[in-house]
Structures are given as C-alpha cells and as structure tokens.
C-alpha cells in the first residue's frame, strides 16, 4: 500500500518542530544505517537519544495516535521512536532497503519489531528545497514522492527506496517504522479498502443500518482472523 496522509500535524505542531529542528545539533546518519546502506547514505540526523529528538518523537506518535487514516491503513501493533533527518548540499540516500527487524529501546525495554510498513513525515515545503523527493522503487518503476510540510507518505517497507540529492536547501524530515497487526500486506489493503467503505456507508445511511451493521462485522471477523498480537 502506498498512501500520503496529508496534515498530520496541526499548524501549531508543525510550526514547533520546525523550530526545534532550525536550532538542533546534528550528527552524522550512517549511525542508524545497517552495514550495506550505510555505504549510499549521505545525510545528518539527530542523535536518537538527544532530547529534541526524544521530545519530537513523542509529539509525532501523539500525531498519529489520532489519525484516523494512519491507523486504518497500517493497522499498527508497534511504532518505533521516530527519527529525524536533514539534508542539504547535495545529500542523498541510495536505493537500498530497510532492515526487516529492528531492535528498539523505549522505557528501559529492549525490544524489536518487524518492518512492514514505512512512513515519511516531512517537515519543509517543497519550494524550500530542490531535490530531496522520497522515490519508490516498484517492478521496475519509480514513484516520486514531495510533500507539504505536515504531510507523510506510508509505504511497504518491503520495497526499494531511496532519496535523490538536495541541490538547494535543505530537507527535514520524520522517519519510523511500524509491525502492522496484519503482515501480510494484500490483507492490510483488503482491511483499508473496507474500512473506507464502510465510513462511507455510516455517513450515508447511519450507524444502525442492517448492511453498514453486516459490513461492520465481516471486518471485524477477518481482523479476528488475520492479526496477531
């Protein structure tokens, strides 16, 4: 599935962030890269334990926590600790994929997740920067991907991606994966796709309505059927 959520973050959110990331330090991003990544990824990052990175990454999972679209179309049973990243003159990011399991410390937990889904949350405007655009790799084609700040994409993570140089400028961004519920990831489209419907029909009939009550109830039986926590 590949979706672009638009206003995740309020006006005030955003208008934060961007504040907190101007005035942030920033490190080198091939702290967070595997062994074979880490060989075509030229950009910054804030250190993941740096405050603004811990503080801004509470305020993104609040974000999504209340996004209705996110949590139909991933159907998250995890969500590691966002990371934010920065690039500028001439920065880029390799086709290359992501790891299938990350290991997370949160809480004083170690723990891990499986990738499946992927999400960009950006942070500058387009006509901030040139380049920088998010490109899917897919059966041998590439989708580009620029957003408004305050916009995210959300993407398999099982697909080939990379970013393309930022010649002008300078491109900030929230990254994160999530374990879905559902691996599978036609079953999460079926999910989507009938959850889209059925809003539609509770907004055209009502709640109490015998097909959106039926609709409501097959969902619910294939969510008891396909996930696992």
């Known amino acids: 599935m590949f979706l672009c959520i638009p206003s995740v973050l309020t006006a005030d959110e955003l208008a934060y962030c961007r504040m907190k990331l101007e005035a942030a330090e920033w490190t080198d991003g091939r702290e967070t ?89 950006f942070f500058s405007e387009p006509e901030e920067y040139d380049g920088g655009e998010l490109v899917i790799h897919t059966n041998g084609t590439q989708q580009s991907v620029k957003l408004a700040a305050g916009d995210m994409v959300v993407y398999p993570t099982t697909v080939l991606h990379s970013v393309a140089p930022v010649t002008r400028g300078k491109r900030l961004a929230a990254f994160f994966w999530s374990q879905s519920m559902i691996a599978e990831e036609s079953r999460r489209q079926i999910m989507f796709d009938l959850d889209v419907q059925i809003i539609s029909l509770r907004e055209r009939l009502g709640d109490t309505d015998r097909t959106v009550l039926a609709l409501t109830n097959t969902y619910h039986n294939l969510m008891r059927q396909w996930c696992i926590l």
């Open 33 to 121: 890269a595997g062994a074979q990544s880490a060989k075509s990824k030229n950009n910054l990052q804030l250190p993941r334990n740096s405050e603004t990175c811990l503080e801004l990454g509470e305020l993104v999972l609040r974000a999504l926590g209340r996004n209705a679209s996110f949590n139909s179309a991933v159907l998250p049973y995890k969500v590691t600790p966002p990371l934010f990243n920065r690039y500028e003159g001439g920065m880029q990011f390799g086709a290359h994929v992501d790891n299938a399991i990350r290991g997370v410390f949160a809480g004083g937990i170690h723990t891990r997740i499986r990738t499946d889904v992927s999400s960009t949350l």
